[in-house]
Structures are given as structure tokens and as C-alpha cells.
């Protein structure tokens, strides 16, 4: 990250919603699921989650001590929670129930319990752990991608995958579009190193051909510096670094981060980076 300093802070109470409903819906297909997602945001209902993991990463997590009752013949689930007032709730989730199953759901299932939501949501929160029993290294890789769009790339994530010959598990934040591609290999193997890091440039490429971006929460660092041309043009990657020098002059804060150097119109390396 970057140093900065917060002058003025906006901060809004918000109240504890009257009702929550979390379900679960397991689809035979990635497509599906990933239909289904475009179809519910569609109609404007915006729920609280909609949240999406692939056979992989359900696989991992029901063979954890973090089980959570997903299917694991499913080759995705949808985790979706609504929240508002009652009656709001209840209607939104009738019709959300009807679109999944409309749209390939085999089955959608509701927490009848706090205990029974709470359970639901530990597989989903605990997944990152549970792939970490899988290879001793994980790539976590972070896009977003327009909601219409989500098919179309779970299909060449898909893609990449087989031609690489990898292993990844797909968790993610599907109501947003904000994909995480985890994939799960042995840096020490160096040729697998390799397919992981041509793997990662392809997914990240795909993303930004469907229009949309190489980051949806995790940032750049230094991972994803070489992807930033291509989003942004010299003169936009100029100002940032501008700004940036204005408050950083010697750029001691994470050199050579962020913005890559050697595509802004003026290029000057920062002390002690290549």
C-alpha cells in the first residue's frame, strides 16, 4: 500500500436489518450459476451477497474441518442473502427462489436457524483456508468483470485451465463481478511456476477484453504493475506518479509499486529499484 493521511472522515449509521434470509442453491453447471447471477441483479433486486464457489473450491472445503453442507456433486453453488424489512425480504426471496430454479437450480435451500446461516457462511468465509491444503503455494488472483459478462469468462477461465494443465478453484464475489481464480501449485517446481505465471497474464487479459478491470478489491503491488498499461495510457499513468511524488518526492513509500515506471512519459527510476 501507499502512505496517506486522512483529513476528513464521513461516517453513516446503519441499522441492524429486521430480517436476513441466506440460501443456497446448487447448479449442474458453471454456466448456469453464472446465468443465474446476471438474471437476479436483472431485475434489481440487490441482496446483501450473492456470493459463488466452484466444484473445486466446494471440494476443498467439505474435505476441511470448515464442512459446511455444501453438494459436492454440484458444479457450483450460489450463496445468496437478502436483508431489509420483513415483508421486503420475503418477497425478494420468493422471487429469487423462483429465478435460480428457473434457471437451471437443482435445488435452493434456506437457513432455518442463525445456527444453520452461520454454517452456510463458514465455508464460504473459511475457503481460502481449506484450498490451502491442496499445494503448498496459492496464486490468489483478483478481476472484475461486468455481471452480463461472468459466462463468458467462467468459460475461459475453464479454458485456461485445461490448456495449462492447473489446478483452479473458483470463490467469489458474483453480485459485484469480482472474480478470485485461486491456483493451487508447487513454486518449486519451476516449470509449473511458469504455466501459473502465463495462466495469471491470461485470466487477467480476458477480464480486461470483456471490459473490465485487472483488480476489484486487492489492489496492484507489484503482482499485477505490468498489467497497468494496459487499462491506463502513459499520460494517465504520468499523472498518477506526479501525484504520487508530490507527497512521496524521494518515493521511500513501497517503491516501485503501484505504478509502473517504465510507462510513464517520464520515466525516472526510484532509488534502489530496477
Not at 1 to 28: K, N, Q, Y
Request: proline letters at 5%; hydrophobic letters at 45%.
Amino acid at each position: 500500500g501507499m502512505f496517506g493521511i486522512a483529513v476528513e472522515i464521513t461516517v453513516r449509521l446503519e441499522p441492524v436489518p429486521e430480517s436476513i434470509r441466506t440460501m443456497l442453491a446448487d447448479f449442474s453447471t458453471v454456466r448456469a450459476a453464472s446465468e443465474a447471477v446476471s438474471v437476479v441483479i436483472a431485475t434489481g433486486i440487490v441482496p446483501a451477497a450473492l456470493e459463488m464457489m466452484d466444484r473445486a473450491c466446494v471440494a476443498a472445503v467439505e474435505s476441511s474441518i470448515y464442512a459446511a453442507g455444501y453438494p459436492t456433486d454440484a458444479a457450483a453453488v450460489l450463496l445468496v442473502e437478502l436483508d431489509g424489512q420483513a415483508d421486503a425480504v420475503e418477497a425478494e426471496a420468493a422471487a429469487v427462489v423462483s429465478l435460480l430454479l428457473e434457471r437451471g437450480a437443482r435445488e435452493v435451500r434456506s437457513a432455518s436457524t442463525p445456527a444453520d446461516r452461520a454454517r452456510l457462511w463458514q465455508g464460504r468465509k473459511k475457503a481460502f483456508g481449506a484450498m490451502g491444503r491442496i499445494a503448498p503455494d496459492l496464486a490468489v488472483q483478483d478481476a472484475v468483470v461486468p455481471r452480463s459478462c461472468l459466462p463468458e469468462i467462467m468459460d475461459r477461465i475453464e479454458g485456461i485451465r485445461l490448456r495449462h494443465g492447473l489446478t483452479i478453484s473458483n470463490v467469489f464475489h458474483a453480485g459485484d463481478g469480482n472474480l478470485h481464480p485461486n491456483i493451487s501449485f508447487d513454486r518449486r517446481d519451476p516449470e509449473v511456476a511458469d504455466r501459473v505465471h502465463t495462466a495469471c497474464r491470461e485470466i487477467m487479459a480476458a477480464c480486461v477484453e470483456a471490459g473490465g478491470s485487472i483488480t476489484g478489491e486487492h489492489g496492484v503491488g507489484s503482482d499485477k504493475i505490468d498489467y497497468m498499461p494496459w487499462i491506463f495510457d502513459a499520460e494517465t499513468l504520468g499523472a498518477m506518479r506526479a501525484v504520487r511524488r508530490a507527497f512521496d518526492p524521494a518515493e521511500r513509500a513501497n517503491p516501485g509499486k503501484v505504478v509502473p515506471l517504465h510507462a510513464c512519459r517520464e520515466w525516472r527510476a526510484a532509488p534502489g529499484v530496477r
